[in-house]
């Protein structure tokens, strides 16, 4: 089993549309996770934290499920910009043995 | 004013070669990785050096060799490349390596294709 799972999608929605992706982690023990997003052919860039109770940026919101293990991300509002790889991130702690963990990441293309 | 810079951003070269890739950060980071982007967007740790120290070494071939001359430099060298080397090689650097708050800062990439 992947350390990180998500559906690599693609998620096809038109703008304005509300869409939501999940994602879960294997280790339990995990400290920390992320959202990060990359544009096609570019470098990953974060695009928030996740914390315990939730937390809103904008038009994303991001939660955490820590008895279930899942993470999920909702944007709100789409726009053509947001079209791009949702990557969850996790930081499976071990005080720094390991490195943040990525999953394989979710497609969204937003279309006019 | 390039945060994480990595060269070359695109590598073409023939099986059984030798080749580098450099990578520095302005940051004042004291870790740096390299992250390894297969074809299927997998992106997978291969090494992380903090202060010039190696603290990650994934399974990776020992044909990969890491150098970090100081902590604003991680270069990769490759030797005897094969075909499955092919692959987007990021190079990132963070802050408060082990902590909640780690984050991480990635360069733009570079492309390699082995032929």
């Known amino acids: 089993r992947k350390e990180v799972e998500q559906d690599p999608g693609p998620f096809n929605v038109p703008e304005g549309a509300t869409v939501a992706f999940n994602c879960t982690y294997s280790n339990s023990a995990s400290q920390s996770f992320f959202w990060y997003r990359q544009d096609c052919r570019k470098e990953p860039k974060l695009l928030m934290s996740?914390?315990?109770s939730g937390n809103e940026d904008g038009r994303f919101t991001a939660q955490l499920n820590r008895a279930s293990q899942y993470i999920s991300l909702l944007i709100r509002d789409s726009k053509l910009s947001d079209s791009a790889t949702y990557l969850c991130v996790v930081n499976p702690g071990e005080a720094g043995r390991r490195a943040l963990t990525f999953g394989s990441g979710t497609r969204l293309q937003v279309q006019p | 004013d390039t945060a994480v810079s990595q060269t070359p951003k695109y590598l073409v070269t023939q099986m059984g070669n030798d080749k580098s890739i450099k990578c520095e950060q302005n940051l004042g980071h004291d870790t740096m990785y390299w992250y390894k982007q297969d074809s299927k967007k997998f992106l997978k740790i291969m090494f992380s050096?903090?202060?010039?120290?190696?603290?990650i070494n994934e399974t990776v071939p020992n044909r990969f060799s890491p150098k970090s001359p100081d902590k604003a430099h991680l270069n990769l060298h490759i030797n005897s490349l094969e075909l499955g080397d092919s692959a987007v090689y990021f190079c990132?650097?963070?802050?408060?390596?082990?902590?909640?708050?780690?984050?991480?800062?990635f360069g733009s990439g570079t492309q390699l294709s082995v032929l």
């Open positions: 990132a650097s963070s802050q408060a390596r082990g902590t909640t708050n780690e984050k991480l800062f």
């Open positions: 050096y903090n202060n010039k120290e190696l603290i």
């Open positions: 996740v914390y315990s």
